[in-house]
């Protein structure tokens, strides 16, 4: 068991590592910064003085270097339009974009789960079809247009619920219905398949022969097995979400990393791009590595591999 | 010595049966799925849309006209014709420009899917064929790829190189190769065990023949599969990008720009965001429902 996470824990490193390269890299390949940085009528001994002053002229490799660093320490450098730390500016924001991916799979979860089961208890009737239809539904609908679908229905003709911005509980609905729909679409597809595999092993079959009754075969004995495949997608979901959050937190104001970050490309704003995806991806990788070892608890066939 | 072999000809058509049979088998069995059928009608008519846009529209998409703007669906204009789908704020019929914007989608999705569908095989081959330290090294980068927030890195490289039909393509294209290179991998690990795998290195195939002749046939039904659904995942991208400003730039009509201009319209001109956003649904849906029926029909126990 220790050698699993040693070993998990080491991969996760390796993979931040390779992430903190491509998004300095990226930004490394998109030019000079100092043209960016300074005015445009700077003269071209200034601009020759700021690059020698930012470190620009180094060695490639020096200046990754340095970036992994200052990366450690939570230093991106100054964002270029606040004037305030680019790490700051970001973990200022993290609340707000956690806020709306947690509820967005709380949605999911509350109704992705219950959904895929009855799909596969009721298989081929009325309540299958119809779960099944709005799951593809929700598979092969932007998420995009079904926020903008939402502001016309429930803002602009209902006047129910806001279409933007962040505060009380119904700031969240419409976002978070947004950013979710895709997650649920996915886990209610998973949960019934899994859960029609597990209904058809013998172990079902004997718990059956041996007198449990219907609903608690499905929930004791049947979602237990079926949770583990479950799992997994759940973490790799909310890296749909994180990602997700850029566009839905754009459609509705939201103050989080995603809208963020959007300005930030649209400002040329790099130290705060770089912190935004940085940022990001640790936290996908950190929720990966956690539910790679809830997963060793819920089959601990796993731990032996 | 020279032995006459018996001159016998070969009925070629013979030889080439069972594979053919085994094809309109298989297209039996996917015309039975109704579902899949459905979708395979829907994804024609969209390419039927796309190469015949030119001469299916009665309306420049590009246009304007300006005393025309924001026609409700159905209006009438000068000459008698109907604007099926009315017309949006600068007079431009939308039915035209939906049309139209079926061909970015299209190009940008078969285009990367192209791409990053050869070097996932490429890699899925590689990797799952020699394993050890190769394998190590592909597996450990589609992690790395996988845990960056793809839009984020697109919206990211797209703003700085530009956005344009090519750099969209590759940046789609280079960053969606770790499906691919998963399940071909999977495909292959137990592909290389088989028996005939093993006869053609007995009889002296090199690992590259081995590799194209025997195990990529083998392993092409799950990409094709994977393809197929990746097409959607990749056009709701593209839709995505065009409607931040990132995608082929305006005057080209392309869904998510139509649905970006309609947002702002959305109190007075309902049908400017609704139109283009369920062009890109039905689409989406026609892929995902013939992928899956696909998948259903060649390779049921793969799971995606």
């Known amino acids: ?305 | 010595m020279s032995v006459p072999i018996s001159a016998r000809p070969i009925d070629l058509a013979g030889t080439r049966s069972p594979a053919r049979r085994e094809w309109v088998v298989f297209a039996r069995r996917l015309a039975r799925r109704r579902t899949a059928l459905f979708g395979l009608v829907v994804v024609a008519v969209v390419i039927v849309a796309a190469l015949g846009a030119p001469w299916l529209v009665q309306y420049d998409p590009i246009e304007q006209d300006i005393t025309n703007r924001l026609r409700p669906p159905g209006a009438l204009d000068a000459a008698g014709r109907s604007h099926l789908f009315g017309t949006d704020h600068l007079g431009r019929d939308l039915l035209a420009r939906m049309i139209f914007g079926a061909r970015p989608a299209l190009m940008v999705g078969f285009a990367a899917v192209a791409i990053s569908g050869v070097l996932g095989m490429a890699v899925g081959l590689i990797s799952g064929y020699f394993g050890g330290r190769i394998d190590d090294v592909f597996m450990r980068l589609a992690d790395i790829q996988l845990a960056f927030p793809f839009i984020l890195l697109a919206i990211a490289v797209i703003g700085v190189l530009g956005p344009s039909l090519p750099v969209i393509i590759v940046v789609i294209g280079v960053s969606s190769w770790v499906v691919y290179a998963r399940v071909v991998r999977g495909a292959v690990l137990s592909l290389r065990e088989r028996e005939f795998v093993q006869a053609a290195h007995a009889l002296g195939s090199g690992d590259g023949r081995v590799l194209i002749r025997h195990i990529l046939p083998n392993a092409f039904t799950p990409w094709l599969v994977v393809a197929t659904l990746d097409m959607a995942r990749v056009i709701v991208i593209e839709s995505a990008l065009s409607f931040l400003g990132l995608g082929v730039q305006p005057p080209t009509p392309t869904w998510g720009g139509m649905l970006a201009d309609g947002r702002v319209y959305i109190s007075t001109a309902w049908w400017l965001a609704t139109f283009p956003g369920l062009a890109i649904l039905v689409t989406v849906l026609g892929i995902n429902l013939f992928g899956d029926g696909l998948r259903d029909t060649l390779d049921p126990r793969l799971k995606l």
């Open chain 1, 1 to 305: 068991m220790k050698i699993f996470l040693a070993r998990r824990l080491a991969q996760s490193l390796l993979v931040l590592l390779g992430v903190s390269f491509i998004v300095f890299f990226i930004l490394y390949l998109t030019g000079d910064p100092a043209l960016v940085l300074l005015p445009p009528d700077s003269s071209e001994e200034d601009v020759q003085k700021f690059r020698q002053a930012m470190g620009f002229n180094d060695p490639f490799i020096v200046q990754y270097g340095r970036f992994l660093v200052g990366a450690l320490h939570g230093n991106f450098g100054q964002s270029v339009r606040h004037g305030e730390p680019a790490f700051n500016l970001v973990v200022e924001r993290m609340p707000a974009t956690f806020e709306l991916s947690g509820a967005a799979l709380l949605v999911a979860l509350c109704l992705a789960i219950p959904a895929g089961i009855v799909s596969a208890v009721k298989r081929n009737t009325i309540l299958d079809y119809i779960s099944t239809v709005v799951a593809l539904l929700g598979q092969s609908m932007p998420t995009f247009w079904l926020g903008i679908m939402l502001i016309l229905v429930f803002s602009v003709q209902f006047n129910l619920l806001p279409s933007s911005g962040r505060g009380n509980f119904q700031h969240l609905v419409l976002p978070a219905i947004t950013l979710g729909l895709f997650t649920t679409a996915r886990i209610t597809r998973l949960t019934r398949s899994g859960m029609l595999e597990v209904l058809s092993q013998d172990y079902i079959r004997t718990a059956r022969a041996k007198g449990v009754s219907g609903p608690p075969v499905v929930w004791k004995h049947a979602l237990k097995n079926a949770a583990i495949p479950i799992v997994t997608i759940v973490g790799i979901e909310l890296g749909t979400l994180l990602g997700g959050s850029v566009i839905t937190e754009t459609i509705f104001a939201w103050p989080g990393v995603g809208r963020l970050s959007v300005q930030a490309i649209y400002n040329r704003d790099y130290p705060v791009v770089q912190a935004a995806v940085f940022l990001l991806s640790s936290t996908f990788v950190l929720v990966n590595l956690f539910v790679d070892v809830l997963y060793t608890y819920l089959d601990p066939r796993i731990r032996l591999r």
